[in-house]
Nanobody, 124 residues
Framework: QVRLVESGGGSVQAGGTLTLSCGASKDIHTRLWTVAWFRQAPAKEREGIAALRSDSTTAYADSVKGRFIISKDNAENTLYLQMNNLKPEDTAMYYC?????????????????WGQGTQVTVSS
């Protein structure tokens, strides 16, 4: 069982920066684990936006590529999402997720463990 807890959400103006954190209750940096960030806006489907595999390769959705950076502190079992140049369309609930032997890194069905979410609101 893996417990994930997100923090760092809030309100920011367009063009601003926020960094989300996700603390994990157990080691998730060992081989075959993938960690990821998803988001869900009202009336929209949950969207995979960034993933980090155990071999340190990453995957990003086109909507955030070049603006968001996913990273991990293995010693602290903490996942981060640095969000730069935020836009109003980035407004959503953001979730971290962890999965074992994930094939499609940005697909929600691949992930068994989820955090409770943290709200990000970007105003124009």
């Amino acid at each position: 069982q893996v417990r994930l807890v997100e923090s760092g959400g809030g309100s920011v103006q367009a063009g601003g920066t926020l960094t989300l954190s996700c603390g994990a209750s157990k080691d998730i940096h060992t081989r075959l684990w993938t960690v990821a960030w998803f988001r869900q806006a009202p009336a929209k489907e949950r969207e995979g936006i960034a993933a980090l595999r155990s071999d340190s390769t990453t995957a990003y959705a086109d909507s955030v590529k070049g603006r968001f950076i996913i990273s991990k502190d293995n010693a602290e079992n903490t996942l981060y999402l640095q969000m730069n140049n935020l836009k109003p369309e980035d407004t959503a609930m953001y979730y971290c997720a962890a999965g074992y032997m994930v094939a499609s890194a940005l697909e929600s069905y691949e992930y068994k463990y989820w955090g409770q979410g943290t709200q990000v609101t970007v105003s124009s």
